[in-house]
């Protein structure tokens, strides 16, 4: 069966700091995968997508970036934090086949202060 | 373009009183439709999926929903409520072959006992 993973499950970071957070998937090849983000009482706004390793579209223009160096690994970073990147931050992936399931992963608390 | 209502941002019920969440859904194409469930501070968990098979969709925990395209709606029911089901449900809708997704503003439920 497949899992998906994130971490750290929860991140304390000052503004201006770097960012990194991890996705990887198992018991799959060659999914998509997603970052979503979710504000404090808002729904889940989608930040990038990706269909394969180096592939990476921006949904959303922001101090943000996505990368893909493996097939299961999809990483969320930034060089500098604002207060704003402050939210709930959840990975997904899904097969290729259009209208196809997303699976969510149990996602990263992030507070930037 | 796509777009998902959900019509209650809060529902109250009673432990053992049936639960419904409504969901109302903008779409030219097709879609599927999903219902996902968040605990706090979890990622989402799929509750059920529509595919354009049976219009009534049975889910897990007891829950199903009822795909009715006169109406353009997708709501989510289950006949008796557990402490348990206290928590955001999203209803999400998926048309595009990149498999982006839609999402509702999300219910959050509040079972009391």
């Known amino acids: 069966s497949q899992t998906i993973h994130q971490w750290p499950a929860t991140l304390v970071q000052p503004v201006g700091s770097p960012l990194s957070l991890e996705c990887t998937v198992e018991g799959t090849s060659n999914p998509n995968l997603y970052w979503y983000r979710q504000a404090a009482g808002r729904g889940l706004q989608l930040l990038f997508y990706?269909?394969?390793?180096?592939?990476i579209s921006s949904e959303v223009p922001q101090n943000l970036s996505a990368s893909r160096p493996q097939d299961r690994q999809f990483i969320l970073s930034s060089k500098k934090l604002l207060l704003s990147d402050s939210g709930f931050y959840l990975c997904a992936w899904s097969k290729k086949t259009p209208k196809e399931t997303q699976y969510f992963g149990p996602g990263t608390r992030l507070l930037v202060l | 373009a796509q777009s998902v209502t959900q019509l209650d941002s809060h529902v109250s019920v009673s432990e053992g009183t049936p639960v419904l969440l409504r969901c109302n859904y903008s779409s030219s194409y097709s879609p599927s439709l999903f219902w996902y469930v968040q605990h706090p501070n979890k990622g989402l968990q799929l509750l059920l999926k529509y595919t354009s098979a049976a219009t009534l969709v049975k889910g897990i925990n007891g829950f199903e929903a009822e795909f009715k395209k006169s109406e353009t709606s997708f709501h989510l029911t289950k006949p008796s409520a557990h402490m348990s089901d206290a928590a955001e449900y999203f209803c999400v809708v998926n048309i595009a072959a990149g498999n982006k997704l839609t999402f509702g503003g999300g219910t959050r439920v509040l079972v009391k006992p």
């Open positions: 990706s269909v394969g390793i180096g592939q």
